[in-house]
């Protein structure tokens, strides 16, 4: 075998992925069909879930240091509130995936893990032990193949997935330029009677111009050209603004399409290779982050023999439904965007809805992904959902609940401060049978109650196991009995059976 797992694309999906397997103890091989890094700037920015995630690994203040907090976001460009989202980090951060992927490439080769560019897969072979991977004329063997591969896949074509969708009914160009005769740092969605277009100053001097037109839908494979932007902007804006330098240009449409299954024996896919979408709100880099922080401890658990295969089936189960609710709403926000006196009014009612506290928030919940929840089997309002991010105090010292899951472990967190003082208790034998794979930690939150999105306030828990990925495998509420049986069952199925079971 070349390496445990090997990842097609280096992307920020292939990378996030890579290093959540390395810290899971991993081998991983990253195979880019580029020769080098293309500093395409491409997507825009992160979410709150998407920067909890690397704060519980601690590498988000790399990521802050360089990116601008937004005070507000957007539905289909309709400004909406951030600032009251339960969060430590109430906003969008803007942020070129140019500089996210530089910034993840750097932790990827700190882990340890292995890029080869000008590696392109062109055949994938699965049988019962392994993968064969083609690169052109040569090929590597691993255990299991992730498709990180973006949203043209050739690892999803190879291994025969389907991937329904949606067809585009529109053309978007998109590209980063000066615009010399612009008076305005920001011109924000305006709207003509055939598309809309928008021009933002990302850096001093530079533009990011988007067109959107809805009477032309351009085919896959048309090259894009600045010429194409400048006559686009033209005919939506009524002049070029003097366009010139263009730095990068691109296309992107609402075809919004799904694969049918993210697991087919040892291949697997994440990110774009599992989903395309039209980009609104700025959710699919963010998506893809996020399944490569569900996928990661999982397959690292499974290849190094601390768990069973059939935890990865929870992949798909978990994952392709957030997909889908993620599709669902950018094809709402592809509606909202239409040209026409209808859709003008529709968007000036469904603007003033938002006006509305409750349905800012619930739009806020799915952009920020903080509502999503994996079926875990357990009724406590927090299963299933990310866990806060609470202040504790432990005998070390005070911590946060993301600092304790940095080294990406399992966690078991004893909050009964009586427990606490007594010492030996039935919470630290259970977690005995998994001593070396999961982490007990005793500690006193600061708070009665906690803020989850969606619930409000929840009442402090009394034991708390959270996965690596920062969601609640299992939680026991303060006022009733520890159900120590349920506990055991919780720990065995996220964790494997206890060695000594
Ligand atoms: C205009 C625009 C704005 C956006 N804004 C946002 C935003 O603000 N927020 C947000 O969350 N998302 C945004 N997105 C979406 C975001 O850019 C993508 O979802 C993100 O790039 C997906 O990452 P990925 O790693 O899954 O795939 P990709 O970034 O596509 O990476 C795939 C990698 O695989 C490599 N590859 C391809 N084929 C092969 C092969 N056969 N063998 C080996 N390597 C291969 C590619 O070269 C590439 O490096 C935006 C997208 C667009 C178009």
Excluded at 120 to 128: A, I, L, N, P, T
Excluded at 375 to 388: F, I, M, N, Q, W
């Amino acid at each position: 075998m070349d390496a445990d797992v090997v990842i097609a694309g280096a992307g920020p999906t292939g990378l996030m992925l890579a290093c959540e397997l390395r810290l899971a103890g991993a081998d991983v091989l990253v195979v880019e069909r580029l020769e080098e890094r293309t500093g395409e700037s491409r997507a825009g920015g992160m979410h709150s879930r998407t920067l909890e995630v690397l704060d519980q690994r601690g590498i988000l203040d790399r990521f802050l240091k360089i990116g601008d907090p937004q005070p507000v976001g957007h539905f289909s460009g309709l400004y909406l509130e951030f600032d009251e989202t339960e969060s430590r980090y109430p906003y969008p951060l803007m942020i070129l995936q140019s500089d996210i992927e530089r910034l993840l490439e750097e932790w990827a080769v700190e882990l340890g893990v292995r890029i080869q560019w000008s590696a392109e897969v062109s055949g994938v072979r699965q049988d019962e032990s392994g993968v064969t991977v083609e690169l052109g004329t040569r090929a590597v063997r691993a255990r299991y193949l992730v498709g990180c591969d973006g949203g043209r896949s050739a690892v999803r074509k190879l291994a025969s997935v389907d991937f329904p969708g949606t067809p585009a009914t529109m053309t978007a160009l998109i590209g980063d330029v000066e615009l010399p005769e612009l008076r305005e740092d920001y011109v924000w969605v305006r709207r003509s009677a055939t598309g809309d277009y928008s021009a933002i100053a990302f850096e001093p001097g530079w533009y990011r111009v988007i067109t959107s037109e809805y009477d032309r839908v351009a085919g896959r494979d048309e090259p894009v050209t600045f010429e194409q932007l400048r006559e686009s902007l033209i005919r939506l804006a009524g002049t070029d603004f003097g366009m010139r330098a263009p730095r990068w240009i691109s296309r992107f449409s609402d075809a919004a399409r799904q694969a049918a299954c993210y697991r087919t024996g040892r291949v697997l896919l994440a990110g774009d290779a599992a989903h395309i979408h039209f980009p609104a709100g700025g959710q699919g880099l963010n998506m893809g982050v996020q399944d490569a922080v569900n996928l990661g401890w999982k397959l690292g658990a499974v290849v190094t023999g601390r768990a069973p295969e059939s935890l990865l089936d929870t992949y798909h189960s978990e994952r392709h439904p957030v997909g889908e609710r993620v599709l669902h709403n950018t094809r709402a926000q592809s509606a909202l965007a239409r040209p026409g006196a209808q859709t003008d009014a529709l968007r000036d009612v469904f603007g003033s809805l938002m006006e509305i506290d409750e349905v800012n928030r619930r739009l806020r919940g799915m952009l920020t992904a903080l509502t999503v929840r994996y079926e875990v089997g357990s009724d406590h309002p927090l299963a299933g959902r990310r866990v806060p991010d609470e202040d504790l105090t432990t005998d070390a010292g005070d911590v946060s609940v993301h600092q304790l899951l940095h080294a990406a472990r399992p966690l078991l967190l004893d909050l009964r401060a009586a427990a606490a003082a007594s010492g030996g208790d039935e919470v630290a034998a259970v977690a005995g049978g998994w001593a070396g794979r999961v982490d007990l930690v005793r500690a006193t939150s600061a708070e009665d109650f906690w803020m989850v999105p969606e619930l409000d306030e929840v009442p402090a828990p009394a034991v708390l196991l959270v996965r690596p990925d920062g969601h609640v495998a299992w939680a026991a509420a303060a006022d009733e009995p520890l159900d120590v049986p349920a506990l055991r069952t919780a720990l065995a199925t996220w964790f494997g059976p206890a060695p000594r079971d």
